[in-house]
């Protein structure tokens, strides 16, 4: 028996604000809110019956509440893959809902673009579309 990736917990200043920034980055809606813990989770509207069902399915990202401001580069981020559109486009679309373009020591041949989120958690814009 193995595991399965389910979730990924993000730390943050404004749960309620990330949460509806990769909300609109995933095309995932908020599955549930704790306001006394300050905690939101989002995830796949495509998965209705959650991470209960077997085999791999699309991890929820939950985005908790703490007193820390982040201070270095990630060391885990997320890549995402545009589906309907180039990574040009995809970009610049991720940067008018309020990611900012980050430098993490990119030579500029990458094929990838470095961009971060409005907490300033790093993410990649890969080349390829995959549906």
Known sequence: MTSKFTDLAIDCADPNGLARFWCSVLGYEVQDKDEDEGIVTIGSPMVPEGTDRLGPV??????????EGKTVKNRLHIDVNPTDREQEEEARRLLGLGARHVDVGQTGDESWVTLADPEGNEFCVLASRRP
Request: hydrophobic fraction near 50%; proline fraction near 30%; aromatic fraction near 10%.
């Open 58 to 67: 699309p991890p929820t990202l939950t985005f908790a509440l703490v007193p």
